[in-house]
């Protein structure tokens, strides 16, 4: 079986913080870029954070830059998203998605997707 699963999502309080998980079932992540999307009630997906099979990250959002870290453990076949000083506005189904390269994270193609984890900050 060929899929990623996240895990690590729930409920935090504004200022907290959650580390995502995405791992690789029935596949090798090594050779992959692996991007973080969110979807949050209400708005369009967007693409968060991506880290290449090097390790090199891109950050496609803003709002998230200088509190959300993507790393990789390729020896765990997982990339990890790590997410601090967390604000209500971060509230969203959080998913990853695998990639020749990370790019733009609206174009071209995925070849892996996950179902997503939810992430809930809330006072």
């Known amino acids: 079986q060929l899929q990623l699963v996240e895990s690590g999502g729930g409920l935090v309080q504004p200022g907290g913080s959650l580390r995502l998980s995405c791992a690789a079932s029935?596949?090798?992540?090594?050779?992959?870029?692996i991007v973080w999307f969110r979807k949050a009630p209400g708005k369009e997906r967007e693409g968060v954070l991506c880290?290449?099979?090097?390790?090199?990250?891109?950050n496609y959002a803003d709002s998230v830059q200088g509190r959300f870290t993507i790393s990789r453990d390729n020896a765990q076949n997982t990339v990890y998203l790590q997410m601090n000083s967390l604000k209500p506005e971060d509230t969203a189904v959080y998913s990853c998605?695998?990639?020749?390269?990370?790019?733009?994270?609206?174009?071209?193609?995925?070849?892996?997707w996950g179902q997503g984890t939810q992430v809930t900050v809330s006072s």
């Open positions: 998605a695998a990639r020749t390269r990370c790019g733009m994270w609206y174009g071209g193609r995925y070849d892996y």
């Open positions: 880290i290449s099979s090097s390790g090199g990250t891109t």
């Open positions: 029935g596949f090798t992540l090594d050779y992959y870029a």
